[in-house]
């Protein structure tokens, strides 16, 4: 099973509309960041969240750490054709070593009709 | 400000054959690099990372081979291609500090036929 579960797999949304993905962990968390990528192309940085409780915005993007669910959200206000793409999320983690290593999710596909 | 350079962006290769991916980072120096292949539903495999010149480590055994003959240079290989590797394979980099972001270079869409 997944380390980190992103929900929903695939969003449609009509322009205007808001929207939440949700990214678990089954571990604790000790970095979350999110990216987002167009198909066939690489991954571009949002945002990282390193504390329980931390937000960042990013024009209309807005991305909430919850430490102790072990979870983190993304929110698009106001969708637009521009926002389409799949969504990732990465999380730090400290392997058998105590070395930090990123693990990722499987990515949300979210489509905005005009 | 610094960037991330990865080509070719699309290779087909017949199965046997050797391959060579590269990979530069420019506006940085001493970075970690990372490869990385992106399949259909399985999500973002680490392949290989290195911190420095010359020190490669691998995340899985496969049939692929990563070197770092310069500070800010990263190369994929393989010297005989089998139908599995097809895939997107991406290139990523961060400063030194752990709690840095990665930052990827755009992608190369491989397809062994």
């Known amino acids: 099973s997944q380390e980190l579960e992103q929900s929903p797999q695939s969003l449609i949304v009509q322009e205007g509309k808001n929207l939440t993905i949700n990214c678990t962990s089954s571990?604790?968390?000790?970095?979350l960041y999110w990216y987002k990528q167009k198909y066939g192309e690489g991954l571009i940085f949002l945002m990282m969240?390193?504390?329980g409780g931390e937000e960042k915005s990013h024009e209309k993007i807005t991305a909430k750490l919850d430490e102790k669910k072990q979870q983190s959200s993304l929110h698009i206000t106001a969708s637009q054709p521009s926002h389409a793409g799949i969504y990732l999320c990465?999380?730090?983690?400290?392997?058998?070593?105590?070395?930090?290593?990123?693990?990722w999710g499987l990515g949300t596909s979210l489509a905005v009709n005009p | 400000s610094q960037t991330i350079h990865q080509w070719p962006a699309t290779l087909v290769q017949p199965v046997g054959s050797p391959l060579s991916l590269e990979c530069t980072v420019e506006?940085?120096?001493?970075?970690?690099l990372y490869w990385y292949r992106q399949a259909a539903g399985r999500g973002l495999q680490l392949l290989f990372y290195?911190?420095?010149?010359?020190?490669i480590s691998s995340e899985v055994p496969q049939n692929l081979s990563a070197s770092r003959p310069q500070d800010r240079q990263f190369i994929l290989s393989s010297k005989k291609l089998l139908l599995s590797d097809s895939g997107f394979y991406l290139c990523?980099?961060?400063?030194?500090?752990?709690?840095?972001?990665?930052?990827f270079g755009n992608g190369t869409r491989l397809t062994v036929t």
């Open positions: 990523a980099w961060r400063p030194g500090s752990l709690n840095s972001p990665l930052h």
């Open positions: 969240l390193q504390k």
């Open positions: 506006g940085t120096s001493n970075p970690n």
């Open positions: 571990k604790t968390l000790y970095g």
């Open positions: 990465g999380a730090a983690r400290r392997n058998a070593g105590n070395n930090r290593k990123l693990i």
């Open positions: 290195s911190v420095g010149i010359g020190q």
